[in-house]
């Protein structure tokens, strides 16, 4: 099947800096990629799509700001939390569309964020 | 407002029972209902997926039952294993490729 792959797999950092995570997909290529949250024992919540060469679609509720997305090359996408706070500790997923048709979005491991 | 409602949110079966998941959803204008898996610190994977135009569908042990008219749709996992506890999430979506709105999880135990 489609590998995605997502670095770091978890980064503890301080509140107040800056946190880039990478979401590759390493045997096709993306034009969309979708970035999720997830909470401890809660559900994966979409907080934008991504879109190779163009802005960011974020979900009502999501700090475009704080939350920057660049999707550059069809096999990369980036997610930068900015000024990073304790209440951005999460579990941060990926996923990717294959453009060819196959039914079905495939998730990256996943990053564990740690804000101190 | 949440779109997919899914339960239980918890569920313990003995090794070799039947677990069901159940969901239901609101939005009419969702067409792929995918069943993914999550193991603790890891990504969800796909199960199994469908689309409402046909009523069931199976793969392996697990198969999705689909009730248009009721708008819901479940999940079986038949002759349950240790290794398939895990939360499993319903999702919806308009078309395969689109963004998925997941349901709240449930997490399976299976006891041997």
């Known amino acids: 099947g489609a590998v995605v792959s997502q670095h770091p797999s978890w980064v503890i950092c301080k509140s107040g800096t800056s946190v880039k995570i990478e979401c590759r997909s390493l045997?096709?290529?993306?034009?969309?990629m979708f970035w999720y949250r997830q909470f401890p024992k809660q559900s994966l919540m979409l907080m934008a799509t991504?879109?190779?060469?163009?802005?960011?679609?974020?979900e009502q509720g999501v700090e475009k700001d704080k939350f920057l997305i660049n999707h550059a090359s069809l096999t990369l996408s980036t997610l930068t939390v900015t000024s990073a706070h304790p209440e951005d500790s999460s579990f941060y997923i990926c996923?990717?569309?294959?453009?060819?048709?196959?039914?079905?979005?495939?998730f990256g491991p996943g990053t564990r964020l740690l804000v101190l | 407002q949440q779109q997919v409602k899914q339960s239980p949110q918890s569920l313990i079966v003995q090794k070799g029972g039947i677990s069901i998941i159940n969901c239901a959803y609101e939005?009419?204008?969702?067409?792929?209902f995918p069943w993914y898996q999550q193991f603790p610190g890891k990504g969800p994977a796909l199960l199994i997926a469908?689309?409402?135009?046909?009523s069931e569908k199976k793969e392996g042990r697990f198969t999705i039952s689909f009730n248009k008219s009721a708008k819901q749709f479940s999940l079986h996992i038949m002759d349950s294993q240790p290794g398939d506890s895990a939360t499993y999430f319903c999702?919806?979506?308009?078309?395969?490729?689109?963004?998925?709105?997941f349901g709240g999880g449930t997490r399976v135990l299976v006891k041997p």
């Open positions: 045997d096709f290529q993306a034009t969309t």
């Open positions: 996923s990717a569309d294959p453009p060819d048709g196959r039914e079905t979005q495939y």
């Open positions: 469908i689309r409402p135009d046909v």
């Open positions: 991504s879109n190779e060469g163009s802005k960011a679609t974020y």
């Open positions: 939005n009419t204008a969702f067409d792929y």
């Open positions: 999702a919806a979506s308009k078309g395969a490729g689109n963004k998925l709105t």
